[in-house]
């Protein structure tokens, strides 16, 4: 059986949710139940989504959640990559303030059977756990692109990009105990990686997969790879062989505002989480275009 699933993404800033979303549309093993977004420009976002699903030929229900994190100052303000809609058609009228909602109904009528993929900042995960305190073990699973695992010392290394965007959404996300607590993190994700003539030739080849390219220029006006970050985060829902996991314990820091966003993580074989420690690069590649081989051209 297909594996329910419902994406919550910040789509229109790094590509890779672009790229993520393009292969939960042609990945047969995933029944998509909705797409919410978060943070800046949600409604542009939204925009974005839908301009996939309908190359794909899939009617998915969209909505645009939370623009502003719980508690500190927006930081990612705007989706520069939604300037490429012009050129894809598109909805535009999205249903307002209803993300959250959607979200909890899906989940409760699906009890025990829905995985949630959450590859943005976290605030609208933390507002769903926050409306409806049964929700998290409610799901089948909880997979975050998110944090960062193997750092030695608390503040050595990056902070990721997710969690650094709304601390307090994290930490509330952390604290929750769905059935499956799993998190694919910078610092196995950036070991995925393509170079971007690389992006062109692959991506120009299939339909679904030619729009996420046409985003995927804007991006190229600031960086020459793409990083694979949310896609891998997706990916070991339907192959859990591509990265190895370990149980622990994570905690978010928010008593420093210098490292607020920071994820400790300390290994325990009874622990709440699994964090991705290794990754199979060549075997994530494979999988993840192995659903466009065979694409119909336009």
Known sequence: ????????????????????????LANPACDLLGITTVTGEA??????????CRVAGRD??????????????QRQPRAPQAAAL??????????????VEFLRSTIRANPGEVTLLAIGPLTNVAALFAADGEIPRLLKALVLMCGV?????????????????????AAIVYRARPPVHRSIGLDVTTQVKLPAAVVRERFQASHLLRPVLDFAEVWFQQAQTITFHD?????????????GFEQGQVEVELASSRLAGHTHWAPDP??????????????FFEHYFSFFTTTKQP
Request: hydrophobic share 45%.
């Open 86 to 99: 012009v050129r894809w058609p598109h909805e535009s009228n999205f249903p307002a303030g209803q993300a």
């Open 1 to 24: 059986m297909a594996t329910k699933l419902l994406l919550d993404t910040d789509i229109g800033s790094d590509i890779d949710d672009a790229v993520c979303l393009a292969y939960l």
């Open 149 to 169: 695992f193997t750092n030695k010392q608390p503040g050595e290394g990056p902070l990721e990009w997710n969690a650094l965007l709304d601390p307090t959404a």
């Open 60 to 73: 998915i229900p969209i909505f645009p959640g939370r623009e502003e994190p719980l508690l500190i100052e």
């Open 43 to 52: 409604q542009a976002r939204a925009g974005m989504a839908s301009a996939l």
């Open 270 to 283: 009874a622990g709440p989480h699994a964090a991705a420690l290794t990754v199979n690069a060549p075997k």
């Open 231 to 243: 896609p891998l985060a997706a990916a070991t829902i339907f192959d859990d062989s591509i990265c």
